[in-house]
């Protein structure tokens, strides 16, 4: 075999000569446009579902919410795997397509079958399609320190300045925010005091929302000029928080300090980031 392609290649060397240049061309074009990358994403096109459902046991996500989503999503076109992990007030389900499925086709069509389950879930039920990233997408972690602040305020740093500041960065899909303490408005009603009043806990909630937005009236003519009437309603502190109008008693008015405790807290936590041995720490992680 090898004295004939040695006889071929001698008495054909023009052509030969041309075959190598071709080749050499085509493989300097392949150098030239190939992507490279330290770590080849080789994972398939994935959708993920992220349903969160605060309060509820694992046995109850996977009953009232897992499983109605699973089997609206089983048999999309192109589907090869479909897989959950359900957690306390958290489930997570993955459907994976054939490789060279367009990412935007499958989450439309993803978000096109859950549509019509999601109205007969739990009211506190939130469902969103994840973010377009890959198994191999976590391309930067940091850490946000800062001598004399506490944890909550670290993560007010991260979620309201450095956050909204990386997402806007082209290529960001999205960034996570880790450990620390969020911080909520956190209102414990005194019973006694409700019950004193004739008040129950729909009251506050009511109460609570309807003096938490703006109002938009008319318009005033003077002269040449028109003055938009705007009712500026929105809480921005926790002390207007503190002095919403629960109800009218006796031509009083009724303030939710009067029948409860207002007070900045830190929401329920379930699990924490430590970091070079120091205890606590805030993160956050660009996908």
């Known amino acids: ?23 050499a061309l085509m493989g300097w074009f392949a150098f030239r446009d190939l992507p490279i990358d330290a770590y080849p994403d080789i994972s398939t096109t994935q959708v993920q579902i992220i349903v969160k459902a605060d309060g509820m046991p694992p ?18 076109p192109r589907q090869t795997i479909l897989r959950s992990m359900t957690k306390y007030a958290l489930t997570v389900i993955t459907v994976d397509f054939e490789e060279g499925t ?42 946000v320190e800062g001598d004399g602040y506490t944890t909550m305020q670290l993560r007010d740093i991260l979620d309201w300045n450095i956050r909204p500041k990386l997402l ?31 008040l129950s806990l729909t009251d506050l909630a009511e109460a609570v929302g309807k003096n938490n937005r703006n109002a938009a009236g008319d318009r005033i003519s003077i002269h040449d000029e028109v003055v938009l009437v705007q009712t500026h309603g929105q809480l921005r502190s926790i002390e207007d928080l503190r002095q919403v109008v629960v109800a009218v008693r006796e031509g009083r008015a009724i303030r939710l ?21 120091k205890g606590e720490a805030v993160q956050g992680l660009v996908l």
């Open 59 to 76: 046995q109850e996500v996977e009953s009232r919410v897992t499983r109605p989503l699973e089997t609206a999503v089983r048999g999309i």
């Open 168 to 198: 806007g960065v082209d290529g960001v899909a999205d960034v996570n925010s880790l450990g620390g303490d969020v911080r909520s408005f956190r209102i414990e009603p005194r019973p006694a005091d409700l019950v004193s009043l004739g």
């Open 257 to 277: 300090f009067e029948v409860a405790d207002v007070g900045v807290a830190a929401v329920s936590r379930y699990g924490g980031v430590t970091a070079n041995g």
């Open 102 to 143: 367009d990412i935007y086709w499958a989450r439309t069509q993803v978000g096109e079958r859950i549509a019509p389950v999601l109205g007969e879930l739990p009211d506190n039920v939130e469902a969103q399609l994840a973010p377009i990233t890959t198994p191999l997408s976590d391309i930067y972690m940091f850490l």
């Open 1 to 23: 075999m090898l004295p004939a392609v040695i006889r071929f290649a001698l008495s054909q060397r023009l052509l030969v000569v041309i075959l190598t240049l071709t080749v």
